[in-house]
């Protein structure tokens, strides 16, 4: 079946400093979200990005559909951007989400 | 727009007991997902629906989970008989048409 691998699984980072998250998937997707999940919170959704690049605030989502690839890239990090990032695309031939295992970012002051 | 609504937040239920999880997608939205979230499995997809109609059942234990979608403006997962295993954050989706929006998700416990 479809899988989705994110990269890396945890990254620590200094407040200000940018982060670079990484998502890889098995087969070519018609669509692929990023999404945010606090801790103890629900997914909040970030970035629709099937290909191309894509801006949003301090976010940039650049999908490269023929490598299965995606990144976000997130500049000036807050310690507010501390929690899980998932990256997710629909399953083949089904509009339900494969979910990868997500990047857990710690931003400290 | 209030987003996904789900009810209730927060449920406790004893082993064998009956748990009755509701879902009010985003208006105008044709389609609505449920998904389970726990700490050793992730996210997992359980059921979905398209225009009120069941789509795909694939991730739902067949034998005491079953979904329902009477209008399109609420969805329910029922679970029957509650084990302690089906203790999990349910979590419900609705999406026009592919980019899915989350609610904030029932917490199940099951004792």
């Known amino acids: 079946g479809q899988q989705v691998q994110q990269s890396p699984a945890s990254l620590v980072l200094q407040e200000g400093e940018n982060a670079e998250l990484q998502c890889n998937f098995s087969?070519?997707?018609?669509?692929l979200q990023w999404f945010y999940q606090s801790p103890g919170g629900s997914l909040v959704s970030l970035l629709s990005?099937?290909?191309g690049t894509k801006h949003t605030g301090r976010l940039t989502s650049t999908t490269v559909t023929k490598e299965r690839r995606s990144s976000l890239h997130i500049s000036s990090s807050q310690t507010t951007d501390s929690g899980t990032y998932l990256c997710?695309?629909?399953?083949?031939?089904?509009?339900?989400?494969?979910f990868g295992s997500g990047t857990q970012l710690t931003v400290m002051p | 727009n209030a987003g996904v609504i789900q009810t209730p937040r927060h449920k406790v239920t004893g082993k064998g007991q009956e748990a009755t999880l509701w879902c009010e997608p985003i208006?105008?939205?044709?389609?609505v997902f449920w998904y389970r979230q726990t700490i050793v499995q992730g996210l997992e997809f359980l059921t979905y629906?398209?225009?009120?109609?069941?789509?795909?059942d694939s991730g739902m234990p067949k034998e005491r989970f079953s979904a329902q979608m009477p209008n399109q403006s609420h969805s329910t997962l029922k679970i029957q008989s509650t084990q302690p295993q089906d203790s999990a954050v349910y979590l419900c989706?609705?999406?026009?048409?592919?980019?899915?929006?989350f609610g904030p998700g029932t917490r199940l416990t099951v004792l």
């Open positions: 989706a609705s999406s026009f048409p592919l980019e899915q929006y």
């Open positions: 087969s070519t997707a018609t669509q």
């Open positions: 990005n099937p290909s």
């Open positions: 997710a695309i629909p399953s083949s031939g089904s509009w339900q989400l494969i």
């Open positions: 208006s105008g939205h044709s389609a």
């Open positions: 629906f398209r225009n009120q109609a069941p789509i795909d």
